[in-house]
């Protein structure tokens, strides 16, 4: 059974930081591009950020581009989010998912396996 397991949200001042980790099993990790998206309340699920499944590329969404980074850690079958220099407008539930062999961006209908959501919230 595929399961990704969000972790690291919580409430943080703007400004701030805070590492998401998304911890996977179930599946081959290594052969998984991975991705984070997320979705404030009342908006749509936007694209944050992904990575190959050979770890050579990131791509990051227009709004986190500078402050937020991605990486993975193949010994460890987890993805991982940094973000940084945190904005209100960065609160959102952030979900991150797979897709095998998964390359570049993509939409979220493009990713196999989902998680459950961490909330990330950020106070003015």
């Known amino acids: 059974q595929v399961q990704l397991v969000e972790s690291g949200g919580g409430l943080v001042q703007a400004g701030g930081s805070l590492r998401l980790s998304c911890a996977t099993s179930?599946?081959?990790?290594?052969?998984?591009?991975m991705g984070w998206f997320r979705q404030a309340p009342g908006k749509e699920r936007e694209f944050v950020a992904a990575?190959?499944?050979?770890?050579?590329?990131?791509y990051y969404g227009d709004s986190v581009k500078g402050r937020f980074t991605i990486s993975r850690d193949n010994a460890k079958n987890t993805c991982y989010l940094q973000m940084n220099s945190l904005l209100p407008e960065d609160t959102a539930v952030y979900y991150c998912?797979?897709?095998?062999w998964g390359l570049g961006r993509a939409p979220e209908n493009a990713y196999n396996y989902w998680g459950q959501g961490t909330q990330v919230t950020v106070s003015s």
């Open positions: 998912a797979a897709r095998t």
């Open positions: 179930g599946l081959t990790f290594s052969r998984q591009g």
């Open positions: 990575i190959n499944w050979s770890g050579g590329g990131t």
